[in-house]
């Protein structure tokens, strides 16, 4: 316990810093994508006189996303009270992979996403001070959003 008071405030300042980097981040993406829509309004005013352009520009801008891929969206969760649990560890590695595993930290609310996670199988661990360590097996395949709920329960 001596240990964890001690390492608090450590953990507080990087909690703080991580929720800095992410803000600059976010911020950051909200200037490119105004940046990327200024540019899109400017090609549209050559769309008649520069077709080939046009045609160019709209092919180059267009995101593809891979088809072996699906968005995972998690909620984490109290098992006594359905509350979401903010800060919690997941870890998730590909059983049938030499990939790093991915480790996410849930938001406020107990959320968590990967926007792009490859078809597999995978290991998921999900840790928390207070709470008993989750460990599951998940199989993602297809191409829709996989929604991963675990309940977590103290002690």
Same mark, same amino acid.
């Given at each position: 316990?001596?240990?964890? %008071?001690? #390492? #608090? @405030?450590?953990?507080? *300042?990087?909690?703080?810093?991580?929720?800095?980097? &992410? $803000? +600059?981040?976010?911020?950051?993406? /909200? *200037? $490119?994508? +105004?940046?990327?829509?200024?540019?899109?309004?400017?090609?549209?005013?050559?769309h008649?006189? %520069? =077709?080939?352009?046009?045609?160019?520009?709209k092919?180059?801008?267009?995101?593809?996303? @891979? /088809?072996?891929?699906?968005?995972?969206?998690?909620?984490?969760?109290? $098992?006594?009270t359905? $509350?979401?649990? @903010?800060?919690?560890? +997941?870890?998730?590695?590909q059983?049938?992979? +030499?990939? %790093? =595993?991915?480790?996410?930290? *849930?938001?406020?609310?107990?959320?968590?996403?990967?926007? &792009?996670? @490859?078809?597999?199988?995978?290991?998921?661990?999900? &840790?928390?001070?207070?709470?008993?360590?989750? #460990?599951?097996?998940?199989?993602? &395949?297809?191409?829709? =959003?996989?929604?991963?709920?675990?309940?977590?329960?103290?002690?």
């Open positions: 316990m001596t240990l964890y %008071e001690t #390492s #608090s @405030p450590q953990l507080d *300042t990087k909690n703080r810093e991580q929720k800095n980097i &992410t $803000a +600059a981040i976010v911020e950051s993406y /909200k *200037t $490119a994508d +105004a940046i990327v829509a200024s540019m899109d309004k400017q090609v549209e005013i050559v008649d006189t %520069e =077709p080939a352009f046009y045609k160019d520009y092919t180059t801008r267009k995101v593809e996303v @891979p /088809k072996d891929v699906v968005q995972l969206v998690a909620k984490i969760t109290d $098992a006594e359905g $509350a979401g649990i @903010p800060n919690a560890t +997941a870890t998730l590695t059983t049938d992979s +030499a990939a %790093e =595993p991915i480790v996410k930290q *849930t938001a406020e609310k107990g959320g968590f996403q990967v926007k &792009t996670l @490859p078809n597999g199988i995978y290991a998921v661990t999900v &840790t928390k001070l207070g709470y008993a360590t989750q #460990s599951l097996s998940i199989t993602i &395949t297809g191409d829709e =959003p996989y929604s991963l709920e675990v309940n977590m329960v103290k002690g």
